[in-house]
């Protein structure tokens, strides 16, 4: 027996045995390890099984927890993808819980939640349930925004002074820049201010998209009461327009300038001088980690003043290489000195009330004797100095949308929805011509198996001369 310890195959068949238990220790720490610190690694170019910053700032804050019901027959060639997307949901919380039901065995269940199709996912949370038929990360996330809210934030469109209407689907119309909002949890509708003759109650935040017929004194004595009250105010303001509002923006420290912007470097992004591309933003929770280009066709410099009881600060600014231009006469525009502002041009502002200023009246405001009580809320006014980027034709350009939706969502006091929304997934196939599709083929066919029949034909040639 001694003998048989010491013998060459004991020694060999132990050192493999010591090699294996160690080998499986190895794999049962690092399973352990995975089991209770997960991490996904998405080496896609696109980042296509990567969630959008949206998503996962949304599901890491959710208020309480969500039942979500996915309809799946077991064999379903969809249901492995939805599982996927579903596993970076449920890693980012514990407050997802997530089961399935084959529609075919319980049907009981099935005519319970009222599902008609396969593929449905029915979300429940609290009071509030809905259900998603096409169950794609864009769906998904907007879902849970619908269930984890109990009342819905109202956002108002200015209308009768030719703004961009909100039901044209027109290039120039505003329809998805509505949807957007709609999709992100908000009531939208549109305000004839010289109807009502105030701004509603229930008014979270109210946008004013390219007016193009002066503001009247009285809407803006309700615009300008709305603010000190608490309310938010999102102004784009294109360039050559009488809004009237001049006044009353510098008592909110902007003014507007008759210019547009020029920025050369815009070719670069495949625009035009006038269309100006900002790439860097900045330091605001609406621009805080937005890296997105966008672009503002027809753009009109802002400006940020002193003024008394209100926070100035500058939001966007263009490119060193940009100028504002004030001689548009059709001909080739050129930078003059002293009569054109040098870039970075200021094409944003954002205005806040002070506290202690929310229950001063405006100045020259007439004393109505209804004593005002002061707003928790801090009034706030964003200028942008042109209103075509989110229309429909630009809405969907690069950070177009997200910059105009954040926006919202901070007037709003929606910190949760201030990042990038998950994009559509496109398929990026590879267009070759004849003759390199045969070059690859006769490589793929003929070079590399050719390469490892000579490679072991020589080995075998090799060992058969020893």
Known sequence: MKKGLKSRTTLYGTNAFVLVCVFLGVLVFINILATRHKHRFDFTSSGIFTLAPQTRKIVTNLPREITMT???????????????????YLGLSDKIKLSFIDPDKNPAIVKRYGVTTYGTVALESGKQETKVQNPTEENMTNAILKVIKDEKKKIYFLAGHGEQALENTEGQGYSNAKQALERDGFQVETLLLLQTGKIP???DALVIAGPAKPVLPKEQDALEQFLRNGGSILLLIDPHTESGLDEFLARWGIGL???IVIDPMS?????????????????HDITKDFALPTIFPVLRSVTAKQAEGVEVSELLQTGANSWAETKIDGGKVKFDEGEDQKGPVTIAVVASLKPDSADKPKPGAEDTGEEEKPSAKKGNL?????SDFASNTYFKFSGNGDFFLNTASWLAEEESLIAIRPKERKDSPIHLTSDTGAALFFTGTVVFPGIVVLIGVRKWWTRRRL
């Open 382 to 386: 964003v200028v942008l100095g042109d």
């Open 201 to 203: 109650d229930d008014a």
């Open 257 to 259: 300038r008759e210019d």
């Open 267 to 283: 070719k670069m992004f495949g625009g035009d001088y006038a269309a100006p591309v900002v790439s860097q933003y900045m330091m």
């Open 70 to 88: 996915a309809f799946f027959q077991s064999e379903s060639p969809t249901k492995p993808e939805f599982k996927n997307l579903m596993d970076g």
